[in-house]
């Protein structure tokens, strides 16, 4: 079964700063990977998402992430936070070619300092 | 309808009652998920239905949590004999999965529930 690691529980980082969340999965093959983000009060969104191909990708509110197979990370990155993304961000993992279920991190939520 | 809801949005219960917590989906939304999340805790898996297969209950903390899915769509979460550490906020997410592709998971607004 897959599993996924999250191991900052809280990042704080200053307004114009570049931002790194990481994220690292267990699975026997190549997965499904994603990022959602919740803000205050609000739902789950989804940021990005790799299936195959180009292992950089590129998502919403200029978030990107990175599939390293090498690392079973999947990181995600932004060059220059806003103080809109502070927020909790979840990384997931998904099973490829079978109905299986998506499995989440424990989040890690992003204070941003003025 | 134009995404997922959940009913009701608020619940406070006593401890020992029995509660319903449902769930309506995108139509045509094939994939149904249950998640509990818990302050610090994540999102925590509970159940999955994925069409007409049998669901996954891997996830279900103890046999007084259960949950169905009418007509293979709309779910409702059962827990009996509520305890004070059921207290959560219950995500419901649905998604157009096809066999050998994931596409993106569509969540509903939560159900906080309060044991006292």
């Known amino acids: 079964a897959q599993s996924v690691t999250q191991p900052d529980i809280h990042i704080t980082v200053s307004e114009g700063a570049s931002l790194e969340l990481r994220c690292n999965y267990s699975y026997g093959a190549t997965p499904y990977l994603f990022w959602y983000v919740q803000s205050p009060g609000q739902g789950l969104q989804l940021l990005l998402k790799y299936f195959s191909g180009d292992t950089l990708v590129q998502g919403i509110k200029g978030f990107e992430a990175e599939f390293k197979r090498s690392q079973s990370s999947f990181n995600l990155r932004k060059p220059s936070v806003h103080w809109s993304d502070a927020a909790e961000y979840f990384c997931?993992?998904?099973?490829?070619?079978?109905?299986?279920?998506?499995?989440f991190g424990k989040g890690t939520r992003l204070h941003i300092l003025p | 309808g134009a995404g997922v809801s959940q009913s009701p949005s608020n619940k406070v219960t006593e401890k020992g009652k029995d509660v319903e917590l449902r769930c309506d989906p995108i139509?045509?939304?094939?994939?149904l998920y249950w998640y509990r999340q818990s302050l610090g805790q994540g999102l925590e898996f509970l159940i999955y239905?994925?069409?007409?297969?049998?669901?996954?209950k891997s996830g279900l903390p103890s046999d007084r949590f259960s949950a169905e899915r009418t007509g293979g769509s709309v779910s409702t979460l059962t827990i009996q004999r509520t305890q004070q550490e059921d207290s959560a906020v219950y995500l419901c997410?649905?998604?157009?999965?096809?066999?050998?592709?994931?596409?993106?998971?569509?969540f509903g607004p939560g159900t906080r529930l309060t044991v006292l």
């Open positions: 997931a993992v998904g099973a490829v070619g079978r109905d299986d279920k998506i499995i």
């Open positions: 239905f994925q069409g007409n297969s049998a669901p996954d």
């Open positions: 997410a649905s998604s157009q999965a096809h066999r050998g592709e994931y596409n993106e998971q569509f």
């Open positions: 139509s045509g939304h094939t994939a």
